[in-house]
């Protein structure tokens, strides 16, 4: 994993996750082989501050020391850390920016998805900016506010914009076009994260992995 490595000091691990890796071990697909194991096994014991879907790619961070822990949980609990998400959808949106507020309930039924349940469900917000459209697909920046589980899935469902490759968040059939030979897993990858932290101002960014530049460049070479 030593290529991955965003940055490392000794408070912070800051890694670009490859798609299809558990980040952490356990879950509802009861993942054994998974980042945090690998990390621990080169770098001693990690803390969980935050968490991206098997599928997701892109900027995680890791903390080293129980002290970090508490520091950078209290950021997120607060709102103080600010995530960027590119996601490559199916359908071009109307709008050029949007911010989508759907109350969600996760773990729903035997998928354990993430419902928008405007009665039973928490507040969850996340704006959304377009930044290219093609022919019959957007690449759109997501910035979730609240973090819940599959947040920026189950929204873009809601808003009837499913992401490229989605199965568990989209209508059957939908992102199963020609595109979708290039990418074999939800195209969404975390593309920054920003937060002050001892004092310090910390801004990371991962770049693309190969399947989602790859499946942004056919669709510029098809408009």
Same mark, same amino acid.
């Given at each position: 994993m030593s290529n991955q490595i965003i940055y490392l000091d000794d408070s912070l691990l800051v890694i670009n996750k490859p798609a299809n890796l558990a980040a952490v071990p356990g879950g509802w697909e009861k993942e054994t082989h998974s980042l945090l194991a690998l990390l621990e096994a080169d770098y001693g014991k990690l803390w969980i501050v935050h968490r991206l879907d098997k599928g997701t790619s892109g900027v995680i961070l890791f903390a080293r020391n129980p002290a970090a822990h508490r520091s950078l949980s209290q950021l997120f609990e607060t709102h103080a850390i600010t995530k960027t998400y590119h996601a490559i959808v199916c359908g071009i949106p109307s709008w050029d920016e949007h911010t989508a507020r759907h109350r969600l309930r996760a773990d729903v039924g035997h998928a354990h998805r993430t419902v928008v349940d405007h009665k039973r469900g928490k507040p969850a917000v996340t704006s959304f900016r377009v930044l290219e459209r093609f022919t019959h697909h957007t690449l759109l920046?997501?910035?979730?506010?609240? /973090? *819940?589980? !599959?947040?920026? *899935?189950? $929204?873009?469902?809601?808003? /009837?914009?499913?992401?490229?490759?989605?199965?568990?968040?989209?209508?059957? /059939?939908? /992102? *199963?076009?020609?595109? $979708?030979?290039?990418?074999? *897993?939800?195209?969404? !990858?975390?593309?920054?994260?920003?937060?002050?932290?001892?004092g310090k101002p910390f801004f990371f960014t991962a770049s693309y992995p190969d399947d989602f530049a790859i499946a942004i460049n056919k669709l510029r070479a098809s408009c």
């Open positions: 920046a997501a910035m979730p506010v609240t /973090g *819940r589980t !599959h947040q920026i *899935r189950a $929204h873009l469902m809601a808003l /009837g914009f499913p992401i490229l490759a989605e199965v568990l968040y989209a209508t059957p /059939g939908i /992102g *199963r076009d020609s595109i $979708h030979q290039y990418i074999f *897993r939800p195209a969404l !990858h975390a593309c920054s994260i920003e937060f002050e932290f001892e």
